[in-house]
């Protein structure tokens, strides 16, 4: 009796963690974004002195080198962006705010959060999306996170400015 308990109790537990195990192994989108952001830093002599991940998409910025990497997955192809951050004027923070009203109540939702980098020479400026409704389930602190990433670009920026003024 004990046999047959221990083999129902082994069936039951690898049917629900064999899959469990198997897709936290190979089914995250999180691991790949990484490993692809791991790969293209090494290839690109990149050292990060600040990185973040979330919701399909990571950065960093590499303040020796004055580069800013950001990566993507969408749909399950991973778009990137490696920034040369002394060809960068400015930095601006997008935010897309629908305003609704329910029940008589005037609600603002998030419907799309974007830094945008300004080139010095006019050019074309650079989208890096931090949050689309579209796209993500729900949100996470972005706005903070976007914020914080634009101070950081601007610190940056700043930095470049005053060792080309020194010199």
Same mark, same amino acid.
């Given at each position: 009796?004990?046999?047959?308990?221990?083999?129902?109790?082994?069936?039951?537990?690898?049917?629900?963690?064999?899959?469990?195990?198997?897709?936290?192994?190979?089914?995250?989108? %999180? @691991?790949?974004?990484?490993? #692809?952001? +791991? &790969? =293209?830093? %090494? @290839?690109?002599?990149?050292? #990060?002195? +600040? &990185? =973040?991940?979330?919701?399909?998409?990571?950065?960093?910025?590499?303040l020796k080198n004055n580069v800013l990497f950001y990566a993507q997955l969408v749909q399950e192809q991973i778009?990137?962006?490696?920034?040369?951050?002394?060809?960068?004027?400015?930095?601006?923070?997008?935010?897309?705010?629908?305003?609704?009203?329910?029940?008589?109540?005037?609600?603002?939702?998030?419907?799309?959060?974007?830094?945008?980098l300004i080139p010095q020479n006019s050019g074309a400026p650079i989208l890096l999306?931090?949050?689309?409704?579209?796209?993500?389930?729900?949100?996470?602190?972005?706005?903070?996170?976007?914020?914080?990433?634009?101070?950081?670009?601007?610190?940056?920026?700043?930095?470049?400015?005053?060792?080309?003024?020194?010199?």
């Amino acid at each position: 009796m004990k046999l047959n308990m221990i083999l129902v109790f082994a069936v039951v537990v690898g049917a629900v963690a064999v899959p469990y195990i198997l897709f936290i192994l190979f089914g995250s989108n %999180t @691991k790949k974004l990484s490993t #692809f952001f +791991k &790969t =293209e830093a %090494t @290839k690109q002599n990149l050292a #990060f002195d +600040k &990185t =973040e991940q979330w919701a399909s998409r990571i950065i960093g910025i590499d303040l020796k080198n004055n580069v800013l990497f950001y990566a993507q997955l969408v749909q399950e192809q991973i778009v990137h962006k490696a920034i040369d951050l002394s060809t960068i004027s400015r930095v601006n923070l997008l935010e897309d705010l629908q305003t609704k009203r329910i029940d008589g109540k005037v609600s603002s939702t998030l419907e799309n959060l974007t830094l945008e980098l300004i080139p010095q020479n006019s050019g074309a400026p650079i989208l890096l999306n931090f949050y689309d409704s579209l796209i993500d389930s729900a949100q996470n602190f972005e706005m903070k996170r976007a914020s914080a990433w634009k101070s950081d670009i601007q610190n940056a920026l700043t930095a470049k400015q005053a060792a080309v003024v020194a010199a």
